[in-house]
Nanobody, 121 residues
Framework: QVQLVESGGGLVQPGGSLRLSCAAS????????MGWYRQAPGKEREAVAA???????NYLDSVKGRFTISRDNAKNTVYLQMNVLKPEDTAVYYC???????????????WGQGTQVTVSS
């Protein structure tokens, strides 16, 4: 089993910044691509940013230039630095990881429990 635990959410004013962290623990062989999703009330979950084990990144168009995803492979942790936050960024943010296991099933997806980000004055 792999557990993902997010932290760093909260209430911030428009234009402010937050840094989300997601730490993986448990038994696995490797963490492959990792990413962040978000879900606002009444909307579908959407992919915000992703990063491969080699550091290749991809972003949702609306967050490009404002959000930065990074990872520390030694700590099994992925981060999301969010700058110039807007009210429309308000959502529950979820961490996701593609996991390679030592036992069957060899490839699974893990999800965190979510952390609330609220951007409001």
């Amino acid at each position: 089993q792999v557990q993902l635990v997010e932290s760093g959410g909260g209430l911030v004013q428009p234009g402010g910044s937050l840094r989300l962290s997601c730490a993986a623990s448990g038994s696995f062989f490797s963490l492959d691509a990792m990413g962040w999703y978000r879900q606002a009330p009444g909307k579908e979950r959407e992919a915000v940013a992703a990063i491969t084990s080699g550091g290749v990144t991809n972003y949702l168009d609306s967050v490009k230039g404002r959000f930065t995803i990074s990872r520390d492979n030694a700590k099994n942790t992925v981060y999301l630095q969010m700058n110039v936050l807007k009210p429309e960024d308000t959502a529950v943010y979820y961490c996701n990881a593609d996991v390679t296991r030592r036992v069957y099933p060899f490839h699974t997806k893990a999800w965190g429990q979510g952390t609330q980000v609220t951007v409001s004055s």
